[in-house]
């Protein structure tokens, strides 16, 4: 399987503080991969990193075997859609407005939405079942659905590539379950590249085909979850103690947390 990003001994400073040490990392094409690891550990950064919104210190990242830093930015747009945590505007747009925006990196300057753009869009609307929403302003809807809307407007932009922080934080369960099983359907239905910072790890076993740990900016585990996901190294990255057990459905790795007075 070939590699949609190749990463060589990437390092990031931010204030002259070290976030990320010297990261070596390929991800694979067309697969779902998780990041993980406890909080400080420099996962939304290896994500802006990816998504060329910072420029590493040292290092270089690769894109289809090319230099990112060698993309313009509108081209960067047309393959990857980056999704940060808790997007929302106090503008009062619509569902569909908000959706249109993800046309714009293939609409060339004060060009109007062609036919196939709104029927792209509508696709989109269709897809996360928000057409019967689509002039509902976006701060009136729940938490789940405004996730749905940043979705849509997403794969409105036809990227091959979706980046995502922390897609399901601050949802419940429900909304949770829901938000994933429409990124698998979309994964499954065009082949994205997918690549997620998750902090729950039974909802990565469910969900992910790739997993990358980090702990204080540096890789401590890559590979399938089952090579992952095992009691030993998750207790020691997150330093909690883990009881692992199989999903009584589909058999992956699930950890019940526990604590020893």
Same mark, same amino acid.
Request: glycine share 6%; aromatic share 8%; charged share 20%.
């Given at each position: 399987?070939?590699?949609?990003?190749?990463?060589?001994?990437?390092?990031?400073?931010?204030?002259?503080?070290?976030?990320?040490?010297?990261?070596?990392?390929?991800?694979?094409?067309?697969?779902?991969?998780? =990041?993980?690891?406890?909080?400080?550990?420099?996962?939304?950064?290896?994500?802006?990193?990816?998504?060329?919104?910072?420029?590493?210190?040292?290092?270089?990242?690769?894109?289809?075997?090319?230099?990112?830093?060698?993309?313009?930015?509108?081209?960067?747009?047309?393959?990857?859609?980056?999704?940060?945590?808790?997007?929302?505007?106090?503008?009062?747009?619509?569902?569909?407005?908000?959706?249109?925006?993800?046309?714009?990196?293939?609409?060339?300057?004060?060009?109007?939405?062609?036919?196939?753009?709104?029927?792209?869009?509508?696709?989109?609307?269709?897809?996360?079942?928000?057409?019967?929403?689509?002039?509902? =302003?976006?701060?009136?809807?729940?938490?789940?659905?405004?996730?749905?809307?940043?979705?849509?407007?997403?794969?409105?932009?036809?990227?091959?590539?979706?980046?995502?922080?922390?897609?399901?934080?601050?949802?419940?369960?429900?909304?949770?379950?829901?938000?994933?099983?429409?990124?698998?359907?979309?994964?499954?239905?065009?082949?994205?590249?997918? =690549?997620?910072?998750?902090?729950?790890?039974?909802?990565?076993?469910?969900?992910?085909?790739?997993?990358?740990?980090?702990?204080?900016?540096?890789?401590?585990?890559?590979?399938?979850?089952?090579?992952?996901?095992?009691?030993?190294?998750?207790?020691?990255?997150?330093?909690?103690?883990?009881?692992?057990?199989?999903?009584?459905?589909?058999?992956?790795?699930?950890?019940?947390?526990?604590?020893?007075?």
């Amino acid at each position: 399987m070939s590699n949609v990003f190749e990463l060589q001994n990437i390092s990031f400073k931010y204030n002259e503080t070290s976030i990320l040490h010297e990261i070596s990392l390929q991800i694979p094409r067309t697969l779902i991969t998780g =990041i993980l690891g406890p909080n400080g550990s420099g996962k939304t950064t290896l994500l802006k990193v990816l998504s060329g919104i910072y420029n590493p210190s040292k290092g270089y990242v690769l894109l289809n075997n090319k230099p990112l830093g060698q993309y313009s930015r509108p081209e960067i747009a047309r393959q990857i859609a980056f999704l940060e945590q808790n997007i929302s505007t106090s503008l009062p747009f619509t569902v569909r407005e908000v959706v249109e925006m993800g046309r714009f990196p293939w609409l060339k300057p004060l060009a109007p939405l062609s036919l196939k753009d709104r029927e792209i869009i509508d696709y989109a609307l269709n897809c996360f079942d928000l057409i019967n929403k689509q002039d509902q =302003i976006v701060e009136t809807l729940s938490g789940g659905e405004r996730q749905l809307v940043s979705l849509a407007r997403a794969m409105a932009q036809e990227p091959k590539i979706l980046i995502l922080d922390e897609p399901t934080t601050y949802l419940d369960i429900g909304h949770q379950s829901m938000v994933m099983e429409y990124l698998r359907k979309w994964h499954n239905h065009f082949e994205t590249t997918i =690549i997620m910072v998750i902090h729950d790890l039974n909802l990565s076993s469910q969900y992910c085909d790739h997993l990358v740990v980090l702990e204080q900016g540096n890789i401590v585990a890559v590979g399938n979850k089952n090579e992952v996901l095992c009691e030993e190294l998750i207790a020691k990255t997150y330093k909690a103690s883990f009881s692992m057990i199989k999903h009584p459905v589909s058999g992956v790795p699930q950890f019940l947390p526990f604590f020893v007075d």
